[in-house]
């Protein structure tokens, strides 16, 4: 005579159909190939190379002891290409710690110190920074730091307020690194994380390697938000 099934093996079999359910469910599909990873980040290049403006963050927790260089940076940039924001050195002597108004345009660059009451001329060269207007070049700037990246692997998603981020890490060869940044040194390699929204736009990304010649690595952090309105940048 055949039997019912008692009523523990139901539930345990149940258990075990939703078991594997949401195992699979969790799996999130097949990893994302070297080749669909590239394609996100010439993706999210093109972005940032046709946005009108882009306003950026750039900062550092710590510079090794003896280096000039910036800690920090803010603003706003265009493709024309100009930038108007505040940047924070770490330096020797005066200019130590000091947070400066910064305008480039034109390809000069101008600074109000909390010594100056107007602008003057900078070379930013002076304080191992790039002229930050050419940060935004779409052959040498940061946006071809995402091309640049190879030996790609996708990471971990995470929630930014309402986006949620998607990280592609990778290497990026110093000479690709020593364009946008001069300081950095173009024998060097440098770890890179790109966080992509769900269009593929560069959103945050952070870079570790020899920043100042051959010394000891240095981690950047930057943030960016590209948007299609222009901003005008002028001369002050």
Known sequence: MRTSPTPWRIGARCLLVLLLA??????????EDPAALSKRLSTAKQTLDEAASIDL???????????????AAEGVATHDPAFRGRITIAAS?????????????????YAETPFSSSFI????ADFNAPDPARLMDTRTGLS?????????S?????????QVLSS??????????????PSASANGRFDATFWLD???????????????????????ELTVDPSDQPVEITRP
């Open 144 to 152: 071809t730091l995402l091309t640049s990246a190879r030996n790609l």
């Open 198 to 220: 769900e269009q593929n736009a560069l959103r945050r990304a952070q870079l570790t390697g020899p920043f100042y010649g051959n010394g000891p690595a240095v981690t950047y």
């Open 168 to 181: 592609v890490s990778g290497r990026v060869p110093g000479d690709a690194v020593a364009r946008t940044f």
């Open 93 to 109: 002597g005066l200019f130590d710690g000091q947070t400066v108004e910064v305008v480039a345009v034109g390809g000069q660059v």
């Open 57 to 71: 963050s750039l900062r550092t927790d710590r510079l090794p002891p003896g280096v000039a260089g910036i800690s």
């Open 121 to 124: 001329q900078v070379d930013p």
């Open 22 to 31: 949401l195992a699979s469910g969790c799996t999130g599909g097949e990893p």
């Open 154 to 162: 996708a990471g971990e998603q995470e929630r930014a307020g309402e």
